[in-house]
């Protein structure tokens, strides 16, 4: 297995009078990259060998399987946040992630959200109450996108069997899946 991630990001702070502003933006890309060999034998005559030498198997069809494969993810993100006196709060963000798991027509999805927020501790009237040391008031909506889907399940596969043509065992192809291109991000809201 291979896995690699990268990841940048720009931030911005902006403080006048009783205004704050803060940004940021970034940028992430990362790729995971697999092989499997599999060689399985039965009846051995002897342990010596353990795994180191699988062909001295006595199996009448030895079975050999390989694999490969790979998936990537790119995402686009920014984030803006603004404070009045520390006291009323909005923060705006939004990311675009694209996955090679989704098919040609919906690589790409979008998650934005937002939240609004009254720090009412602050605020004259609470000041003077002890037991209070900071209370918040806050309402956030957001969306989130999973793309926990197996690698090409949006893509139509040829598998392989072996079939018997004229007496002999032969290599066949055969239609194994068939893709969807349209396959999409799932997308929960969040409140």
């Not at 694209?98 to 009412?120: C, D, H, Q, T």
């Not at 139509?156 to 999409?184: C, E, K, M, W």
């Amino acid at each position: 297995t291979f896995y690699w991630q990268n990841e940048n990001y720009f931030n911005y702070l902006k403080a006048f009078g009783d205004h704050s502003i803060t940004g940021l933006l970034g940028i992430s890309w990362s790729r995971y990259r697999w092989e499997n060999d599999d060689a399985r034998n039965q009846r051995f005559f002897d342990d010596y060998y353990q795994y180191h030498n699988i062909s001295i198997g006595t199996a009448t069809r030895p079975q050999v399987y390989s694999s490969d494969g790979q998936n990537s993810l790119n995402s686009y993100f920014a984030r803006a946040n603004y404070s009045y006196k520390g006291k009323y709060l909005l923060t705006l963000t939004g990311r675009i992630d694209g996955s090679s798991k989704f098919g040609e027509n919906s690589k790409y999805g979008f998650f934005p959200s937002g939240s609004l927020a009254w720090r009412i501790s602050d605020e004259e009237f609470a000041k003077s109450i002890d037991a209070l040391s900071n209370l918040k008031l806050r309402f956030s909506v957001g969306q989130t996108g999973n793309q926990e889907i197996g690698s090409y399940v949006t893509q139509t596969y040829i598998g392989s069997t072996n079939v018997v043509l004229g007496g002999a065992v032969q290599p066949g192809l055969f239609p194994n899946s068939v893709g969807n291109p349209d396959h999409r991000w799932e997308k929960t809201t969040q409140y």
